[in-house]
């Protein structure tokens, strides 16, 4: 049995993610998607390889949390996990963990 952490990131992310279910569903619907991605992160606790490589980075993985538009990365350590995010199916970023694309590329800004 692996050691779960969440990283900072992920914590914002949670947050964030709650918060907006409160405003737009309710607190209900808020704290059983919170509920959730505690469930996941048992687990992955249970389980640390039950996610699917991003792009051939064994350490690196992405789970999709059933039943929600959610995806969780996180990456396996020596002796535990650690989630790095919980991003939206919707958004742009998850596009970059959900194909065969590895951690979101920073495309150069022109130089002015």
Excluded: C
Aim: glycine share 4%; charged share 20%; hydrophobic share 40%.
């Amino acid at each position: 049995m692996s050691s779960v952490f969440w990283g900072n990131q992920a914590v914002a992310d949670r947050m964030s993610i709650f918060r907006f279910l409160v405003h737009k569903a309710g607190a209900k619907v808020a704290i059983a998607t919170d509920e959730r991605f505690i469930a996941v992160s048992s687990l992955l606790s249970e389980h640390p390889k039950s996610g699917h490589a991003i792009n051939g980075n064994t350490q690196r993985r992405r789970l999709i949390v059933p039943h929600f538009p959610f995806v969780m990365v996180y990456a396996l350590e020596s002796h535990s996990v650690r989630i790095l995010r919980v991003i939206h199916t919707s958004r742009k970023i998850a596009v970059n963990y959900t194909q065969k694309s590895s951690l979101p590329i920073k495309k150069p800004r022109p130089k002015s």
